[in-house]
């Protein structure tokens, strides 16, 4: 268990509990406790860390011999985190009598036995919040943010406030946030391991009745049941929020849930949207066949078309303009400044799944968006091996958003949140690779005789390149593209292909390819699929990590193959 350092009190002593040990911790010594960030205290995290005098942390690490835990009685085990508060809070106070604060409380921990019941928790805790003159306590670390504990009439609560800058200030790349973002600096599980445990639970217990009415009265926190959060699934969204600048993220079962439930939440009854010609099927679907049961009207305009934007907005009163950008599968993209100013003159949200362009190649928040949606699932898991997605945008409109969510359920399980943020960490590796391998079989592929069309926003051939390059650092790894012949040609080169995977989905480290004619829309007519741009021919290339030479020879041999 990782703690700031303080003297060690004698209720930590090696008497009291043999063979335990304070040594310090190297990594955190002397780092300064700055910024004024703090939150109300959640008890299903618990407490990590002690008091400074001086304003420094000066990091120790709290050993206690393999048969600490046997020694707590059945009921203190279960509220172990609970009594270090009570003690560390407690040794700090009989340290510095000219804190001001209740002497009792110094008194209820310091007369316990270190490891007695959680009574002498609560002793403490209730001493603490008995009625006495408002006062301050200095700084606390909780797993090293700021926290500032507050006594007044009789209430023992630290403040809570929305962090709106989430990016540490000694990481200044995207490539180091997605390392140790919503980790390095803290996290609502105490534990000095690296990696993020996965917490399995589906609720989360009160000692008493009393604590349950606190937190009903908002004056305590806690996740209550598994469906309204969990403190794994927290980590990754902090990471996200981090990446993509927002004050808030959502995490959810999956890309579709997201859109569909943000969509329910934030568009009413007989309200109207507006969407773009382009974009993936099932949200199309959702759009077309569900909304209008509600009666939700939709216009759908191609991506370059601000003259309709602005015709619709005008026209109708617009709850929200959601689009892809770049979009499914021709990878259309939209100015975002000037959607967003645009729709922000008539009080129109703006949504931007930027699934395809991922929180490292555009940020779309700050490019004047309310809203960005992310497919989890792709690029950022990156690992095909689990489905998610989340919203990310200001604290008001996503808890809007999570209200909803509490309801309808979708909720991420903490084992696919761990697998996210494992994925996470090398994610900027990956996108680096997938931008470089896409970006030049684009070139190749352009070249090709046997190829006729290509789509991709890094070619100057493109549409919309020069919105790509104005608010994209890269242009993300997936390639479609025509093949010069029909649909049995087309399968054939795809046949031929022996690294890729023939399957739905795309930003994974596996090269994945699929005829969208037949992946996506072959429940269709060719006459219906040509209402959608989607000609036989298509292919959407999504490229892997793999080594480019050999995803070049592979593309190269399966055209000659045609």
């Known amino acids: 268990m990782a703690v700031s350092s303080f003297q060690c009190p004698t209720i930590f002593s090696s008497t009291s509990i043999p063979g335990f040990q304070c040594r310090s911790d190297p990594d955190l010594a ?34 206690f011999p393999p048969n600490f835990v046997r020694q ?143 937190f009903k009265e908002k004056r305590s926190e806690s996740f209550e049941y598994g469906r309204y959060g969990n403190p794994t699934t927290v ?79 005008n026209k109708y009163k617009v709850s929200m303009f959601f689009t892809e950008s770049p979009t499914n599968p021709f990878l259309r993209c939209v100015d975002i400044e000037l959607v967003s100013e645009i729709c ?4 129109t949200l703006v949504c931007i799944d930027g699934t395809f362009a991922t929180p490292l190649n555009q940020k779309a928040l700050a490019l004047g968006a309310d809203l960005v949606v992310h497919s989890a699932t792709k690029y950022i898991g990156g690992h095909n091996d689990v489905l998610a997605g989340c919203i990310c945008g200001s604290l008001k409109v996503v808890s809007e ?66 919105i790509a390059k104005r608010q994209m650092t890269g242009f993300g790894g997936v390639v479609s593209f025509e093949i010069d012949g029909d649909i049995e040609t087309t399968i054939k080169f795809v046949d031929s292909l022996k690294i890729p995977y023939i399957a739905p989905s795309f930003g994974g480290c596996e090269s994945i390819v699929d005829q969208p004619a037949i992946m996506s829309y072959w429940d269709l007519t060719q006459a219906e699929r040509l209402k959608y741009g989607i000609k036989d021919n298509l292919v959407r290339f999504s490229f892997g990590v793999e080594d480019f030479e050999d995803v070049k020879a592979d593309v190269l041999q399966a055209l000659e193959a045609i």
């Open 30 to 63: 002397g780092s300064p406790i700055g910024g004024s960030s703090r939150r109300r205290f959640n008890a299903t995290a618990g407490m990590s860390s002690s008091f400074t005098g001086d304003g420094r942390i000066s990091s120790m690490i709290l050993r």
């Open 235 to 313: 980590v990754l969204e902090e990471k996200i929020s981090a990446l993509e600048g927002a004050e808030s993220t959502l995490v959810m079962a999956s890309g579709m849930c997201a859109s569909t439930v943000m969509l329910l939440a934030l568009v009413p009854a007989g309200g109207h949207i507006v969407t773009t010609t382009d974009c993936y099927r099932k949200t199309r679907i959702f759009m077309e066949t569900f909304l209008p049961k509600l009666g939700i009207s939709v216009t759908v305009i191609d991506p370059a078309d601000i003259a309709g934007l602005e015709a619709a907005v």
């Open 344 to 347: 922000h003159k008539r009080g």
């Open 401 to 466: 958003i999570r209200n909803l969510h509490h309801v309808l359920g979708g909720t991420l399980n903490p084992n696919a949140a761990y697998l996210i943020i494992r994925g996470m960490k090398t994610m900027h590796l990956r996108v680096q690779q997938q931008n470089s391998t896409a970006s030049r079989m684009a070139e190749v592929l352009e070249a090709h005789p046997k190829v006729s069309h290509v789509y991709y926003p890094g070619l100057p051939s493109h549409p919309e390149h020069h």
């Open 72 to 214: 707590l009685s059945i009921k203190a085990r279960r509220n172990c985190s609970n009594i270090g508060v009570a003690q560390i809070v407690a040794a700090k106070w009989s340290n510095n009598p000219a804190s001001g604060l209740p002497s009792a409380a110094a008194a209820a921990a310091s007369s316990a036995p270190a490891v007695s019941s959680s009574a002498a928790a609560a002793a403490a805790l209730s001493a603490a919040a008995a009625p006495a003159p408002a006062a301050t306590i200095p700084p606390v670390a909780l797993n090293g943010v700021d926290e500032e504990v507050v006594v007044a009439e009789g209430i023992r609560e630290i403040a809570s406030v929305q962090l709106k800058d989430s990016k540490p200030s000694f990481l200044s790349s995207d490539g180091s946030l997605t390392v140790h973002a919503g980790e390095r600096l803290g996290r609502g599980i105490v534990t000095d391991a690296i990696t993020t445990p996965v917490v399995n639970t589906s609720a989360y217990f009160y000692k008493k009745t009393s604590d349950l009415i606190d």
